[in-house]
């Protein structure tokens, strides 16, 4: 526990590191191209617009009959998110290996190359948000006070992200094919987590998959705030929290066990 | 007053019986590590880099590090820049470490030289404040004056570790690492390079240097240390242990 103290207390000490980290990544992207912030946005609309084709016009998938919401609405609000967990996910794993000369040679706390990834990602999905804001607007879909639950629902998001991402940075480094398997794991955690499909969909006696995995306790409760206007499935959130709390700490506690060998592994 | 002066004599850098091995694993890839663990063969490799080093280096000294390839030289400095930790024994290290880094590492190459210089001065620990002081004399000290708005992935090899060395001179550092970065340089900023580690020298600025160059070592340092496959083999005056170096290698 008093690693997690110290660890946060030098954090702060080199916060000023933190937040270059984060310009350069931010910077370096709108600069590498003429259109630069403009992928971010493209990504999610094209994937958006081929996915609703698929999955709304061929195979017909019912999003909720009550409320007449589009099909392109309650997947972007599902699919945003997720973008936000898998490309969160896979570059943070790439962050110690791609900033291998910095670790051979300086020391600062390492957690800030991930923690400065995943902030970074943040920026693109704010980006990328807009694009729902302006859709949402369009369609006319009505939002109340619920929709502050929102706030709560991202922050044990990037828990869950930060855990998970710890422990994937600080494996990738000793295995560099870790990161292969990471995108394998990623494609399958789709198909488990309702982001182009409603849960209710899903026959009764599946639905334990969705319990335990943070990632559907999440998408979920995002929709029944902004799509649903009620509050989210408190049981279900608060499992959710639990369990990325404990993966953070696990997280954590590998990557400050493997920490110290880091420059030996390159 | 013994306690005080006792405090003052104690050395900036201390190795005491360290040893420093690598656990390499024999298997780059998790597709070969999970095969090999199933074969029951072998899946880390063990090697010694450092064995039982000891030597003190004292505030203000310059200390050269001579040694054939891969004898442990940089892994000493990996050591005194806290980036590996020691398999046995004690590193302790009293003060500010300034790595000179190798060319251009930590610099993004899409971004101008002037936002590589903040984001370097954050990597060696500097506020932003800092940088702002320092910035118009890291500028003057490169040379960059009409390139500093310019990417520097348009910038020379000469201009990238111009920028690199202007940086890590401003940090003000307790001990200065230089690792064979000499080597590479028109030799007019070399000697530029050379007289600002002078200055740091008179300043009391604690120097490790690491050389092939053995001219530039009797020259620079004040104390010497030879490492022979991963072992201390010498330790004292530059001009001796230099002698010392060669003369080992030429029986070889």
Redesign the interface.
């Known amino acids: 526990m008093s690693d997690i103290f110290t660890e946060i207390k030098s954090i702060i000490k080199?916060h000023?590191?933190l937040?270059?980290?984060v310009?350069?990544e931010v910077?370096?992207r709108y600069?590498?191209s003429i259109l630069g912030y403009f992928w971010v946005i493209l990504n999610p609309l094209a994937q958006m617009l081929v996915m609703s084709f698929a999955f709304s016009i061929i195979l017909r998938i019912p999003t909720n009959a009550a409320s007449n919401i589009p099909y392109s609405i309650f997947l972007f609000v599902g699919l945003l998110p997720w973008n936000l967990f898998s490309n969160s996910l896979s570059s943070a794993s790439a962050s110690l290996v791609s900033?291998s000369?910095?670790?051979?040679?300086?020391?600062?706390p390492r957690t800030i190359l991930v923690l400065s990834t995943i902030i970074a990602k943040i920026v693109d999905f704010l980006f990328a948000l807009s694009i729902l804001a302006i859709y949402m607007i369009a369609y006319h879909i009505p939002i109340n006070l619920n929709i502050l639950w929102v706030i709560p629902i991202f922050l044990i998001q990037q828990i869950f992200t930060l855990g998970l991402s710890l422990f994937f940075a600080a494996s990738n480094l000793?295995?560099?094919?870790?990161q292969y398997?990471l995108s394998l794991i990623l494609t399958l955690w789709l198909y488990i987590t309702p982001v182009i499909y409603p849960a209710d969909l899903v026959p009764e006696r599946f639905r334990i998959i969705f319990q335990l995995n943070p990632m559907a306790v999440i998408i979920n409760a995002y929709r029944q705030t902004i799509l649903g206007g009620g509050p989210p499935n408190y049981s279900s959130l608060y499992i959710g929290l639990l369990v990325s709390l404990v993966t953070l700490f696990l997280g954590f506690l590998y990557f400050k066990s493997r920490e110290?060998?880091f420059?030996?592994?390159i | 007053m013994p306690t005080i002066s006792k405090t003052m004599e104690k050395p900036i850098i201390e190795f005491q019986n360290v040893t420093k091995e690598f656990s390499m694993n024999s298997q780059k890839t998790f597709k070969e590590f999970l095969p090999a663990l199933f074969r029951g063969e072998k899946t880390v490799n063990r090697f010694t880099a450092l064995k039982d080093i000891n030597f003190k280096v004292k505030r203000g000294e310059t200390l050269g590090i001579i040694g054939p390839n891969g004898s442990g030289k940089s892994t000493i400095l990996k050591l005194v820049a806290k980036v590996m930790s020691p398999t046995n024994g004690k590193v302790t290290v009293r003060g500010k470490v300034s790595p000179l880094i190798e060319l251009g590492a930590g610099f993004h190459s899409e971004l101008s030289g002037r936002e590589n210089i903040y984001l370097n001065g954050a990597i060696l620990g500097l506020k932003r404040k800092e940088i702002d002081k320092n910035f118009k004399s890291i500028v003057d000290f490169a040379e960059l004056w009409d390139f500093v708005d310019q990417p520097v992935k348009h910038y020379s090899t000469g201009m990238y570790m111009r920028l690199g060395f202007a940086i890590a001179v401003h940090v003000n550092p307790e001990i200065l690492i230089i690792d064979e970065i000499l080597a590479v340089g028109d030799t007019k900023f070399q000697e530029k390079c050379f007289k600002r580690m002078e200055e740091f020298k008179k300043q009391g600025v604690t120097i490790l240097f690491v050389s092939h160059d053995i001219k530039q070592i009797t020259k620079f340092c004040t104390k010497v240390i030879y490492i022979r496959e991963s072992n201390l083999a010498a330790i004292g005056n530059p001009k001796k242990i230099s002698q010392f170096y060669l003369n080992d290698q030429e029986n070889k």
Not at chain 1, 174 to 178: A, L, S
């Open positions: 080199w000023e590191l937040w270059q980290m310009g350069r910077k370096a600069k590498q900033s000369s910095l670790i051979t040679k300086i020391y600062f000793i295995y560099r094919d870790i398997l110290k060998i420059a030996d592994n």
